[in-house]
T-cell receptor, first 114, second 114 residues
Framework: GAGVSQTPSNKVTEKGKYVELRCDPI?????LYWYRQSLGQGPEFLIY????????DSGLPNDRFFAVRPEGSVSTLKIQRTERGDSAVYLC????????????FGPGTRLTVL | AQSVTQLDSHVSVSEGTPVLLRCNYS??????LFWYVQHPNKGLQLLLK??????LVKGINGFEAEFKKSETSFHLTKPSAHMSDAAEYFC????????????FGQGTELSVKP
């Protein structure tokens, strides 16, 4: 079956612009996670959805970052007024929402803010 | 709070020799632990997971890891390295109270020499 997909694969934008990153999870997975991976680092948690609601958004760095999952499937990560420090690979994962279950990762979106 | 520490940022081995990637964890309760691998320009892939069953866990591609509670360790091993094992490896702990969000170590880059 299809895995987690993310679009676009690469996004180059200018400082101050708005960007949207999309994640299509595996069908039937109720849990969806966003992580951010900076160069040379391990991924860091941003936000977790269970169904349509954000169950944990404690990893979002500030109020410029926002994510939605209106129908409990596709999710969009939105970044306002981008800064150069936002440059990273943004990873999406889906799973069954338990600590015992594997999370399946997408290939990521590489965001570059000039 | 839960955390993982990967003791080596880079490990280099010769093809056909054993691999040891070290990981220590910190958790206030019985953790779920994972090893993920990330090949260049590819998504994260689960190698193996420990979820309080057998302490010796076997994964894909000949990798295994042993959970040692007394040492708070979860080291990854493989008897004989292959060139295709060259990649970044992440030791990961799952937060049981937050829908299983993953907390990654800093990563260990494995190089395999011919």
């Amino acid at each position: 079956g299809a895995g987690v997909s993310q679009t676009p694969s690469n996004k180059v934008t200018e400082k101050g612009k708005y960007v949207e990153l999309r994640c299509d999870p595996i069908s039937g997975h109720t849990a969806l996670y966003w992580y951010r991976q900076s160069l040379g680092q391990g991924p860091e948690f941003l936000i977790y959805f269970q169904g349509t609601g954000a169950a944990d958004d404690s990893g979002l760095p500030n109020d410029r970052f926002f994510a939605v999952r209106p129908e409990g499937s596709v999710s969009t990560l939105k970044i306002q007024r981008t800064e150069r420090g936002d440059s990273a690979v943004y990873l999406c994962a889906s799973g069954r929402g338990s600590s015992y279950n594997e999370q399946f990762f997408g290939p990521g979106t590489r965001l570059t803010v000039l | 709070a839960q955390s993982v520490t990967q003791l080596d940022s880079h490990v280099s081995v010769s093809e056909g020799t054993p691999v040891l990637l070290r990981c220590n964890y910190s958790s206030s309760y019985s953790p779920s632990l994972f090893w993920y691998v990330q090949h260049p320009n590819k998504g994260l892939q689960l190698l193996l997971k420990y979820t309080s069953a057998a302490t010796l866990v076997k994964g894909i591609n000949g990798f295994e890891a042993e959970f040692k509670k007394s040492e708070t360790s979860f080291h990854l091993t493989k008897p004989s390295a292959h060139m295709s094992d060259a990649a970044e490896y992440f030791c990961v702990v799952s937060d049981q109270n937050q829908g299983g969000k993953l907390i990654f170590g800093q990563g260990t880059e494995l190089s395999v020499k011919p």
